[in-house]
């Protein structure tokens, strides 16, 4: 007996429904774990892309199944997929940002761009790869960020704002201090403030910072330095 063969052009409203329903779950899924981290693409903006890129699969497989057996017409199902990953790369960028001491967003423009691809895989039918996409992207985001905060993530990263006088005798106080703590100086900035009769400056300080080390504790021993005004930290 010769079974029918199912057309691979052709799909029910019924699955159709079923993979966008799975695309808002895995996508909501990676979402409300970035939502919970406080980061600008949370469980909307993930929702959205998950779904767009399945959505944008179905219409690459099956919108134009059609021209299928038009003479002249060849179609390219990987044609939209390109096209979303090279999308979704502009609205990556736009969550990272580069604050003059670190950059930030990266991991949420890497989960952007991973989720489209989820939803790529979901609307081209490959549930079982995107299911364990979104495994290994949950323990990605939430499990191994755990660890890297606790055994990888050593050091840490500021910006001090220093208002001082007498430059020559505060520097050479802060720099012994930093060095005792062993706190490194990443980058150094002096600004005038004033009139030069005042002899006044800021000194900015990028520094990074062991892990055991307070931030509140070395803040509150260079406010107490002789000669400084103001000390700040972002």
Known sequence: MVHAVANPWSINEYHI?????????????????????NHAAGLRTNILVCI?????MLLSIYGFSDFVNETNVRVDPARL????????????????LYTGKSITGLTTAASLWVVAAIGLAIGAG???????????????????NKLEKR??????????????????????TLNALLT????????????????????????????????SESLLTLLDQIKHMEGVHCVSSE
């Open 81 to 96: 997929a390109a096209a979303v990953i090279t999308g979704v790369g502009f609205l990556g960028a736009g969550t990272i």
């Open 126 to 144: 490959f549930y079982f790869a995107a299911a364990s996409s979104t495994i290994m992207v949950l323990l990605t985001l939430w499990a191994f």
């Open 17 to 37: 429904f079923l993979r966008l329903l799975l695309a808002l779950v895995l996508g909501g899924l990676v979402g409300l774990e970035r939502e919970q981290s």
């Open 151 to 172: 055994y990888i993530s050593a050091k840490r990263e500021y910006l001090l704002k220093i208002q001082a006088e007498e430059r020559s005798a505060i520097i050479l």
């Open 180 to 211: 005792e703590r062993q706190i490194v100086i990443r980058k150094m900035l002096l600004e005038e403030l004033g009139e030069e009769a005042e002899r006044q400056f800021m000194l900015h300080l990028y520094v990074t910072l062991p892990k």
């Open 52 to 56: 767009g890129s399945c959505l944008l």
